[in-house]
């Protein structure tokens, strides 16, 4: 009996080794990326904090002048304007691309055709940024596009798109809801992990299948799905600019002027170091107001984010 208990406390220690063993692993595997995070995020983030405090062109001393950027980017009305084009083109498109992912996901499962819609989803996503600006300067020109052909096919008159002021900003968040190949991926591998049994259940209590997506799936896959606007939230600020850069420059009129794009005129077009260190600091903040906006819908919702609240 003892020398059973013996060999038991002996694997448990060599369980607990083989752990500590695994875990220094982990974090040496995880070093490279602690280490780039530290260089080229962290601590360039620093020295743009300390830099907003300081006038400077660059080619000459910085000149200590306090909160003084702060208060010319808060004055500034095409900092303001590019603050509400950022924010435009973030708040409407982060919900769409969540919910379309999620729907694609969920027709793609199943099916003779899945395996054509799957790559149909995704290749958009895996097309460069600069190519795939330039076929959709193409579907949104005003005169010979295919989409105001269809449009006027249907007895609709086409909008003049990229050319016109009110529909520049609508074209480039059209473009945008394309762009769900990856979050459709990661949908899709968390609708393969929910059981299959609990969809059964649903059948047997006669759910359908639109009732079973509402009840049983979406409250389900509710942890990863606000994951999904978490990081669409913070990575369409830059993708944002991107396409406004490519397709109509900030234009026209200011249309489609994002605070990205105000950050690099500063920095690189008027040599305006610290005031473009202000507005990139305003940036991280209102990131983090749109991550914070997302956990307070999870808490509505009653979302945990424990290990074992996620099911990928």
């Not at 910085?62 to 004055?75: I, Y």
Request: charged residues 15%; glycine residues 10%; aromatic residues 12%.
């Amino acid at each position: 009996m003892a020398g059973g208990k013996d060999e038991i406390a002996n694997r448990g220690a060599a369980g607990g080794r083989a752990d500590r063993t695994g875990d220094r692993r982990v974090r040496w595997l995880l070093l490279p990326y602690a280490a780039g995070l530290v260089l080229l995020v962290l601590l360039p983030a620093l020295l743009a904090f300390g830099l907003a405090f300081f006038r400077t062109d660059g080619l000459h001393p910085p000149v200590f002048v306090g909160r003084l950027n702060f208060a010319l980017v808060f004055t500034d009305e095409l900092y303001l304007l590019s603050l509400a084009n950022s924010l435009a083109l973030v708040i409407l498109p982060v919900p769409l691309r969540v919910l379309g992912a999620f729907l694609l996901a969920w027709l793609a499962r199943r099916g003779r055709l899945s395996a054509l819609l799957r790559a149909a989803v995704f290749l958009p996503s895996a097309v460069p940024a600069s190519a795939f600006a330039l076929a959709w300067l193409w579907v949104l020109n005003p005169y010979y596009g295919p989409l105001n052909r269809l449009l006027g096919g249907l007895g609709w008159p086409g909008p003049g798109w990229l050319a016109d002021g009110q529909w520049a900003r609508p074209g480039i968040m059209l473009l945008l809801l394309w762009l769900v190949g990856e979050g459709f991926l990661v949908a899709l591998a968390a609708l393969y992990d929910v059981p299959a049994d609990l969809e059964d259940a649903a059948a047997v209590d006669g759910a359908g299948a639109t009732a079973t997506l509402r009840h049983v799936l979406l409250p389900l896959l509710a942890p990863v799905l606000v994951l999904l606007a978490a990081r669409d939230a913070v990575l369409l600020l830059p993708d944002a600019f991107v396409f406004s850069r490519l397709l109509t420059g900030g234009g026209p009129y200011y249309a489609t002027f994002t605070l990205p794009q105000f950050i690099h005129e500063a920095a690189f077009d008027r040599l305006d170091f610290g005031v473009a260190a202000a507005a990139l600091w305003v940036l991280y903040a209102l990131t983090g107001l749109l991550l914070a906006a997302v956990y307070l819908v999870a808490r509505q919702w009653d979302v945990g984010t424990s290990e074992s609240d996620f099911l990928v």
